[in-house]
RNA sequence: CGGGGUUUAGCGCAGUUGGUAGCGUGCCACGUUCGGGACGUGGAGGCCACGAGUUCGAGUCUCGUAACCCCGACCA
C-alpha cells in the first residue's frame, strides 16, 4: 500500500493535494506558491490544449505572442485594470546581479536600476492593446482574432495546485472588432466554444451565465463565465470571456476610419482558460481510488497488463498483446503495453487506476488460452471478459459510453446540487448543509451581494444565460426581484 | 498582514524524566514469487532547519532567526 490516498469524504482539500501528488500530475516547487507540473499532468494539459486550439482555428482565430513584461505606464492606462490587478503583481525593478565584496554571493546591482518598472504580464490586454494601435487603421484592418498560450503571474496570497497558483499556464484571446456587436457575439461565441469543450472533452458540465458588475473583470463591460461544481460542493470558475467595450481602445488610443468614413474606437474582447482546468477535471470525476480520466483527455486511453509466471507465457502474451495493441491503434486508441517485468500485475492494477487511465486490458495464460482479456473500466470499475476478436471495435464503443457516462455521472451530481430557496434561513441552510448552487432572488445590488458574502461566504457565481424571469422578493433585503441568480460558496 | 502549527534519511513520520538516531516506504544486490499494491536475507543513506545559550552531556530545555503548511483577508 505505498500510495493509499485520504478518503475523499474526510478532508477534501487533502484528498484532491494528494491525489495532484500521487497520481504524478503535479508537485508544489521550490519557489513559493509557484507549482511543477509533471511529466503525466502535463500529457492532459497538452490533450487539452490541442482540443481547445482546434476550436479556436475553426472558429477563424490565429496563434500570435507578445511579450512577457509590461511597461508600468503601458499596465496603469485603464484605471478599472490597474485597480483590479494591482495588488498581485510581481515587479522587475533591476536587469543586472553583481558579486558580493567577499566574492561569497550575487546581490542586485543598484546601478542596474530599471528607469521603468517593468510588471509581469497578469494578463496581457495592455501590452497587446498597446501592439494593436499600430495593425489598425481601417474598417479593413478588423476584425483581429488573436490567441496566446503562455504563462501569466499573479502574486497570490494562499495557493493551491493548479486551482491557484501564483504563476500559471493559460490561453488568452484578445479581439478588435468594427462593431459593439460584432464584439459582443465573439465574447458569446468563445463562451460556446468553452463550454463545448468542458462539456464534450472534459465531461464536466458547466453552466453558463453572466457575472454580476462586482465579479466582473476588471476594465470590462460583460464577463461572462462557465462555472463548474466540484464534488464537496463548491463552485469553480472554469472560464471567462469579457466584452470589453470600447475602453481598452480609449485607455491605448486606438481607433479606426469606419465604413462612414469617421474615426471611431475599436471594440474588444478577451477570453482565456487555463491550467485551473486540470482541478476543475480532477475534482469534478475522481473517486477514492484516484483520477477518472474521460477517454478524450486521457494521455493513455487503453493499457495492457501482462499476467504471467514463466517466460514461457511472458513471451506468448507478449506476442498476443503486440497484436491487439496494433489493432487498437488502427481504430485511433492510444495504448500501452506495460510489460516491464520489475512491477507485478496488482501493482500495475492500482497504479493505472489512480493515475484514471480509462481502460485495462489484463492478459493471463487463461485468457490467451480462450482468445480474450480481461477488460476493466476506470468509471464504473466493473471487470469482464472480452472476445479478442474485434476487440479494437468494441473498444472504440466502449470509450465513448465511458466518455458518455463519466458526463452524467457528473450531470446528475451537478443538477441534484441546483436548489432552489426563497427565505435567507433555507438559503444559508442550503450552504451549509449540502452545497452546491442554490438559486435565489436577488435585488441587484452590489450592497446585498457584498453583505451575503460577507455573511455566508457564498458569492454569485453568475445568472444564468436563458434565465426564465420570474418575480420574487430578495431572499436578504426583501426587495423586488425580477429572476433568480445561482449563488455557490467557490474556489 | 492577523491567528495556529511544522521543520529529524529521497518521501511520510516516531523519538518518553536531557545520555550520543529509529520506524514505514522508497532505493541497491541476491533468491523465492507473479490473476488486485508479494516475501525473505543483506546493504547504502543523518551537521536532527539555522544561530546563540543552559548543562559533564541537547533532537529533547531557553532565547533569537529563517523557511514551509493550515485558518482568515485577496483571487482564474
Redesign the pocket.
Known amino acids: 500500500?505505498?500510495?493509499?490516498l485520504t478518503p475523499r469524504g474526510e478532508n477534501y482539500?487533502q484528498w484532491y493535494?494528494d491525489l495532484v501528488i500521487k497520481a504524478d500530475l503535479a508537485e508544489?516547487s521550490a519557489v513559493?506558491?509557484c507549482m511543477v507540473i509533471k511529466p503525466y499532468g502535463y500529457a492532459i494539459w497538452e490533450k487539452m490544449q490541442r482540443a481547445l486550439d482546434d476550436k479556436f482555428k475553426e472558429t477563424g482565430h490565429h496563434n500570435a505572442y507578445f511579450p512577457i513584461f509590461i511597461p508600468k505606464s503601458f499596465f496603469c492606462r485603464e484605471a478599472e485594470h490597474v485597480k483590479?490587478f494591482a495588488?498581485?503583481c510581481a515587479v522587475v525593478t533591476h536587469y543586472r546581479l553583481r558579486s558580493t565584496e567577499d566574492g561569497s554571493a550575487v546581490e542586485v546591482d543598484p546601478a542596474a536600476k530599471l528607469e521603468e518598472e517593468l510588471i509581469v504580464r497578469p494578463t496581457s490586454e495592455t501590452i497587446i492593446w498597446n501592439t494593436y494601435k499600430n495593425w489598425i487603421q481601417s474598417y479593413r484592418d478588423l476584425p483581429i482574432l488573436c490567441n496566446q498560450w503562455a504563462n501569466v503571474v499573479?502574486w497570490?496570497?494562499?495557493?493551491?495546485l493548479f486551482?491557484?497558483?501564483?504563476e500559471?499556464l493559460w490561453q488568452e484571446g484578445h479581439t478588435a472588432h468594427e462593431t459593439r456587436e460584432e464584439a459582443e457575439e465573439e465574447a458569446r461565441k468563445m463562451l460556446d466554444v468553452y463550454s463545448d469543450f468542458a462539456e464534450n472533452f472534459m465531461a464536466v458540465p458547466v453552466i453558463k451565465g453572466v457575472k454580476t458588475a462586482n465579479e466582473r473583470?476588471a476594465g470590462a463591460l460583460n464577463t461572462y463565465t462557465i462555472e463548474a461544481l466540484m464534488q464537496d460542493g463548491k463552485a469553480l470558475?472554469s472560464g471567462?470571456s469579457h466584452f470589453l467595450g470600447q475602453n481598452f481602445a480609449k485607455a491605448f488610443d486606438v481607433t479606426f476610419m469606419n465604413r462612414e468614413g469617421k474615426s471611431e474606437y475599436v471594440w474588444a474582447t478577451s477570453w482565456g482558460v487555463?491550467?485551473?482546468l486540470m482541478g476543475a477535471l480532477i475534482m469534478a470525476h475522481s473517486d477514492d481510488?484516484g483520477l477518472v480520466l474521460p477517454p478524450k483527455l486521457a494521455p493513455t486511453q487503453v493499457v495492457i497488463v501482462p499476467?504471467?509466471?514463466t517466460n514461457e507465457e511472458r513471451a506468448a502474451i507478449a506476442a498476443k498483446a503486440n497484436e491487439v495493441v496494433a489493432r487498437l491503434r488502427s481504430k485511433g486508441i492510444s495504448v500501452l503495453f506495460d510489460d516491464n517485468d520489475k512491477k507485478?500485475?496488482?501493482?500495475?492494477?492500482?497504479?493505472y487506476?489512480?493515475k484514471g487511465f480509462p481502460i485495462r486490458i489484463?492478459?493471463?495464460?487463461?485468457?490467451i488460452a480462450k482468445n480474450e482479456g480481461?477488460v476493466?473500466r476506470r468509471d464504473t470499475m466493473e471487470?469482464f471478459q472480452m472476445s479478442l476478436d474485434g476487440i479494437e471495435d468494441r473498444l472504440v464503443a466502449l470509450l465513448d459510453e465511458m466518455q458518455a457516462n463519466i458526463f452524467s455521472k457528473a450531470k446528475a451530481y451537478r443538477d441534484a446540487h441546483v436548489t432552489r430557496v426563497d427565505t435567507y434561513e433555507e438559503f444559508k441552510e442550503v450552504l451549509k448543509n449540502k452545497g452546491g448552487f442554490v438559486s435565489a432572488h436577488w435585488d441587484g445590488t452590489t450592497e446585498t451581494e457584498i453583505q451575503i458574502k460577507e455573511e455566508t461566504?457564498a458569492t454569485i457565481r453568475c445568472i444564468p444565460i436563458g434565465n426564465e424571469p420570474e418575480e420574487g422578493k430578495c431572499i436578504l433585503t426583501g426587495k423586488p426581484s425580477h429572476q433568480r441568480v445561482l449563488f455557490a460558496i467557490s474556489?
Open positions: 500500500m505505498a500510495k493509499e482539500s493535494n508544489q513559493r506558491g483590479g495588488k498581485e499573479r497570490e496570497m494562499r495557493t493551491r486551482l491557484r497558483t501564483a500559471f473583470f470558475q471567462t487555463s491550467t485551473r481510488n499476467v504471467y509466471k507485478k500485475p496488482g501493482w500495475k492494477f492500482a497504479e487506476e489512480l489484463a492478459l493471463g495464460p487463461r485468457d480481461e476493466h471487470k461566504k474556489y
